[in-house]
């Protein structure tokens, strides 16, 4: 545990240091579990998602994408169910006031009570707050009593126009799913694509969560890729089962792709009794996390539940039959994405044999291993030294790769150190021009993994870097 601690802290405090994450409003006391992404996050988040939009929406001809208002109409929320069902149920504590998820400190009870009996409480919050008082639980922080919980719509409440009335009451989008919907018949009639066929849009949501934490984990304001695809009718469980497996295994595919590897997540069945309403089978991707095994993603078979909802049907062009389709839901956040790429991709090697210019008295070095289309920066140039032959150089070569990958220029501190620095970053190459390189018109490509060097041609770097990123 301690070590899983030391591990989140390490890769929190390097994410801030290289820029990749910071606390958000940070120089005005920050905004609780609020975080804003610095350049090489933003790089990151922006590969992950054309990444997901290539594979998902452009690679496939039964996928169309869409990018939806956040803000709409308050009918779509009632329809949806989360005007009444979006609620987590809230305790606070008589003591010091400090609210939690009644839920979430159940589950903690019981995992650390494991011979205690009971049954499960899930979703009612009468039989939580029984519980409760029976097992005696009390504030995680202060000991303090609990008061008795309640249901908490989770839903970010803000006002359209000048007057801030019931009537100019509006929510933030608690997910992208529902633009996804009410737009069916748009997508429809202008694409005129026919069943099975999905729509994908990648944008942010927002909840009023009464417990965000876990770094980027949990957070009020966060983004979504999320996938409804729509089928017809299933006659029989096989109807469905199949486009749900054929999910499932496109899930896993790209969670490999992002150099998770399998033993980090579990895949775990969601029970019968802890289905969401409308769902008839969900499995939720767990990550390891250091501070725990928590959902990464969710695929759900959610029946007819939103078309219904929404009074959308379907006219099968062929046999002309109006029917009500079903839906299967992949859905993935793109913060949880990132914090369980660098949870996994975060390596503590040491530095036996050290290569040419990696001295610089260090015994251990820090690597992110990014699988490289997914690193923020692809290429570093690095001059041996600050002097102007060689920093002009590098430059030239720097801006003309600069067009291909995403390039960095560094010549600060001595060789070792930089080379360290491209490591915490996951730069897969690193192209160092030494004095050399002014009469061989060569450099060193230092390889990010194997820190191997070799040394090529200026005029074939371009051409050695795009067969190998
Ligand atoms: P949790 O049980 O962790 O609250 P959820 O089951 O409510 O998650 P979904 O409604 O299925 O989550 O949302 C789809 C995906 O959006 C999740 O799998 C997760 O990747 C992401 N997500 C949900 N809530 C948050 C949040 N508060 N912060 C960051 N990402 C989130």
């Known amino acids: 545990m301690e070590n899983n601690e030391k591990k989140m802290e390490k890769i929190i405090s390097l994410a801030k240091q290289r820029g990749f994450v910071f606390s958000g409003s940070e120089i005005y006391g920050g905004l609780q579990n609020a975080w804003d992404f610095g350049p090489l996050g933003a790089e990151m988040k922006m590969n992950i998602k054309t990444e ?23 009918k ?12 987590d149920p809230l305790v606070e504590c008589k003591e010091c006031h400090h609210r939690f998820r009644a839920d979430h400190l159940l589950e903690d009870y019981f995992e650390k009570n494991p011979d205690v009996i009971h049954e499960d409480a899930t979703n009612n919050v ?23 919980p309640q249901q908490f719509n989770m839903m970010l409440k803000t006002h359209l126009g000048a007057t801030e009335d019931k009537a100019s009451e509006a929510y933030l989008r608690p997910e992208t799913a ?23 849009q990648i944008g942010k949501a927002f909840r009023n969560e009464i417990t965000p934490g876990n770094y980027i984990f949990r957070t009020r304001e966060f983004e979504q890729m999320e996938i409804e695809y729509f089928i017809p009718v299933p006659k029989t469980d096989a ?18 792709y992002l150099g998770i590897r399998q033993e980090e997540i579990y895949e775990l069945e969601v029970s019968r009794e802890e289905l ?8 939720d991707f767990e990550y390891k996390f250091p501070f725990g095994q928590k959902e990464l993603y969710g695929l759900a078979y959610r029946t007819d539940f939103d078309l219904k909802n929404h009074n959308l049907k379907y006219r099968d062009p062929k046999t002309e039959e109006e029917y009500i389709p079903h839906v299967i839901e992949p859905t993935f956040g793109v913060e949880r994405t990132i914090l369980a790429v660098m949870c996994s991709a975060y390596t503590e090697e040491d530095l036996p044999n050290q290569g040419e210019g990696e001295e610089d008295g260090a015994e251990k070095r820090i690597v992110m291993k990014f699988p490289k289309w997914l690193a923020p920066i692809k290429v570093a140039v690095l001059p041996l030294s600050k002097k102007e032959e060689l920093s002009d150089e590098a430059k030239i070569i720097a801006d003309d790769l600069r067009g291909s990958f995403a390039t960095e220029y560094d010549e600060t501190q001595s060789i070792g150190k930089r080379y360290r ?9 690193c192209v160092t021009v030494d004095f ?26 371009k051409q050695y870097l795009s067969e190998r990123l």
Request: proline share 2%.
């Open 178 to 200: 529902q633009g996804m919907f009410v737009n069916f018949k748009n997508i429809i009639d202008s694409t005129r694509k026919r069943l099975p066929f999905g729509i994908a």
């Open 436 to 461: 050399d390189s002014l009469e061989d018109k060569k450099v060193t490509v230092r390889d990010r993994d194997t820190m191997k060097q070799e040394r090529i041609s200026i005029s074939e770097i």
């Open 126 to 148: 009468s039989k939580m707050a029984e519980d409760l008082k029976s097992f005696d639980v009390k504030c995680p922080d202060c000991e303090g009593e609990l008061m008795k």
């Open 421 to 429: 620095r491209q490591d915490e970053i996951g730069t897969p190459y």
């Open 52 to 74: 997901w939009w290539n594979r998902f929406v452009r690679g496939r001809s039964d996928m169309v994408g869409i990018d939806t208002a956040l803000i709409m109409n308050n």
């Open 276 to 283: 969401a309403h409308y769902s008839k089978r969900t499995i």
């Open 76 to 87: 779509v929320w009632q329809a949806s169910g989360h005007l009444e069902n979006f609620t």
């Open 239 to 256: 109807g469905w089962q199949g486009y749900f497996e054929s999910w499932r295994k496109e899930m896993k595919e790209w969670i490999s």
